[in-house]
Every structure is written in C-alpha cells, then in structure tokens.
C-alpha cells in the first residue's frame, strides 16, 4: 500500500511563490518516479512535472522555468517549488506515484 500527502498550498499572489510537499509511505521511494498533477476547473488534468529516482526531471512547458521538482530519499519527501505563479496556475495539485493518488492540495492564484 502506498500512501500520498500533499501540503503547502494556499492561496497567493500573482507573482508570488509556494512549495508543495508529497509525503510518501511504502517502499516505492528509492526506485520510482513521482509526479506532480494538476487539475484546474473545466480543464483536463494535466502533469506539471515528474522526477525519477535519479533526480531526472520533465516539465509541462507552461511552467519550465518558474517551477522546480525535488526530492528528499532519506525524508520519503518530494517538493514542487513553484516560483511567479499566475492565475492560470489555480488548481488542485495531485502527488502522484505508480498508481497511486493523493488526496490533492488547492492552489489559489488571486490579488
């Protein structure tokens, strides 16, 4: 069983900064890749960004450059740290690992 927990979202400025943080439990964290998704109203769900446990990464385009992915092996921890956000980018972010989903975060872009 493998278990997702998201935190770190809120609401901000357009322009402004957050960090999402996905907790994961089970064994899963030192040999697969986790993702971030989101899923804004009236849209499809779409992935953000995605890190392999060689700390290899892909981006969506619509945030290359403002948003970066880490992760943290020893804390099971992976970070979305998501820098000159815009209103585009309100949604409800999913952590994301073979299968398996999180609850999700909401993420408000508004002045």
């Known amino acids: 069983q493998v278990q997702l927990v998201e935190s770190g979202g809120g609401l901000v400025q357009p322009g402004g900064s957050l960090r999402l943080s996905c907790v994961a439990s089970?064994?899963?964290?030192?040999?697969?890749?986790i993702a971030w998704h989101r899923h804004a109203p009236g849209k499809q769900r779409e992935l953000v960004a995605d890190?392999?446990?060689?700390?290899?990464?892909t981006y969506a385009t619509s945030v290359q450059g403002r948003f970066i992915v880490t992760r943290d092996n020893a804390k099971n921890i992976v970070y979305l740290q998501m820098n000159s956000l815009k209103p585009e980018d309100t949604a409800v972010y999913y952590c994301y690992s073979i299968g398996f989903w999180g609850h999700g975060i909401q993420v408000n872009v508004s002045s």
């Open positions: 890190i392999g446990p060689s700390n290899q990464t």
């Open positions: 089970g064994s899963i964290f030192n040999w697969a890749n």
